[in-house]
């Protein structure tokens, strides 16, 4: 099964595809935010041209595991994503995962970072939705 994975934020959309076969989540890259409808447009025509069969949005809970206000803007997120496809939504836990891309990418020699050293935020962005679907994946 092909999913894509997704990091909703508020100014970009950090996007990763991989899938149950190989268990291995790669990066997209980013959409930069513009309009719902432009947003909604492009996460569909990734979503065909992965041929994904599942869509894995990044559920950003509080600390303590609640929904906050963040987590209820990701949610009514995926409410119009949900009317907006015939896909199969699923939602992950993404606590930290900005963080740990974060770690990650200022660890490795990889190009991607920005003014004085610091990764740039699409990095973060991306890389935020590659860990989300891989513990997606690794959960299958």
Known sequence: MRALGL???EVRI???TGDTESHIAVTVGT?????LEADLTRIAELAAEREAEVIVVGMPLSMNGRVGPQAEVTLAFIDVLAERTQLTIDTIDERLTSVEAERR?????APGRGKRGRPAK???????????LQAWLDRR
Do not use: N
Not at 31 to 35: G, K
Not at 105 to 109: E, K, M, N
């Open 7 to 9: 990091d909703v934020g």
């Open 105 to 109: 990418i200022r660890q490795s020699a």
């Open 122 to 132: 699409g990095s973060i962005d991306a890389g935020a939705a590659v860990l989300i």
């Open 14 to 16: 950090g996007v990763s």
């Open 31 to 35: 959409i930069d935010r513009t309009e």
